[in-house]
């Protein structure tokens, strides 16, 4: 409980805004880096990598801040990034589904650049980049600890999630949203101990230390985010989770079945071999999945990530780059 308030009463003047809006289709936006020079997306003005993320907690895990930042890094060295924010949510947006983030939010966006860029997905945001990848060339695709064959779960967690969405449904109906809590309850679910350890090492990190930050950094984003639209929970629990519409080859967007035969260029998978949200059997299992240590969140904003992840991902998307 000390940990817990010491957490709460955290210095956070080391965190940043969002980048500058580049682009805006309705409430969803594409931002320019924030680490970095923010407004210098590339020689000509457009993004090279557009960062798709979940629309699960704040899209800011991919360009978290000064101190680690994939996509700043990434621009350090040389790849000008761009990040899709889905922007609020509200009751109006209650028929919203992935399917409609990649018709109505994500395509439009793409559409007003003058030409493919490379894609790269975080966790549900992977589907959605996978599908958009299906309507549109691009130069590469990256999917990283996307879930796609959700029957790999074990049967007790669907069947937990199942009923947890079966007793909130009725309320989220009303509301036409799913509020972040509903979804706090299906990850707290995952490892209840791991929510008391977690707390316990940061009560024992130094007060204002690097790793004290990236604590109360990760922490609040995990504990943020916009509610979901209605329809995209009820997508997530019964057409995922509950048919699993993806791993039987059931999911058609835009009247394509979305599928690794369908995308329009290369396309690449980074999976983790100790993702509690993401297990390694629940993942696309493209040729050449590269598998690493770091878990679903960790190697993206970890100490690993700058070892492993990042120079990988550069490598992969460099390779699929015109040669100057």
């Not at 439009?108 to 549109?136: F, Q």
């Not at 039987?248 to 100790?274: C, D, H, T």
Request: glycine content about 10%; aromatic content about 8%; charged content about 20%.
């Amino acid at each position: 409980m000390q940990a817990l308030e010491r957490y709460r009463r955290a210095d956070r003047s080391f965190m940043r805004p969002p980048g500058a809006v580049l682009l805006h289709h309705g409430k969803t936006m594409l931002r320019s880096v924030i680490t970095g020079k923010p407004n210098d997306v590339s020689p000509h003005g457009t993004p090279d990598v557009v960062f798709v993320p979940s629309p699960i907690n704040a899209p800011h895990i991919l360009d978290m801040d000064a101190e680690c930042s994939l996509m700043g890094w990434l621009a350090d060295h040389g790849l000008a990034c761009a990040l899709v924010d889905w922007g609020q949510t509200a009751a109006c947006d209650r028929a919203d589904t992935l399917d409609t983030l990649v018709t109505d939010r994500l395509r439009p966006l793409l559409e007003r650049l003058p030409g493919p860029v490379h894609l790269v997905g975080y966790c549900l945001g992977g589907l959605i980049a996978m599908a958009a990848a299906c309507h549109a060339e691009v130069r590469s695709l990256t999917l990283i600890a996307t879930p796609w064959n959700f029957s790999g779960y074990p049967a007790a967690r669907r069947n937990e999630l199942g009923r947890m969405w079966a007793h909130h449904r009725p309320t989220c109906a009303r509301m036409g949203l799913v509020p972040m809590e509903v979804m706090q309850h299906g990850f707290w679910t995952l490892s209840p101990e791991k929510l008391v350890e977690k707390y316990l090492t940061f009560g024992a990190m130094e007060a204002g230390s690097a790793a004290a930050r990236r604590f109360v950094a990760i922490e609040d984003w995990a504990n943020g985010g916009e509610p979901l639209p209605f329809a995209l929970g009820e997508q997530l629990f019964e057409s995922l989770y509950g048919a699993d519409i993806t791993g039987r080859g059931e999911w058609s967007v835009g009247g394509i079945q979305v599928s690794l035969a369908k995308v329009r260029g290369p396309a690449k998978e980074f999976a983790s071999a100790s993702d509690a949200i993401v297990p390694l059997a629940c993942s696309p299992d493209l040729p050449g999945r590269e598998v690493l240590a770091s878990g679903h969140v960790g190697m993206v904003v970890g100490s690993s990530g700058p070892k492993r992840l990042w120079p990988m991902l550069k490598d992969w998307i460099l390779s699929h780059e015109a040669p100057n």
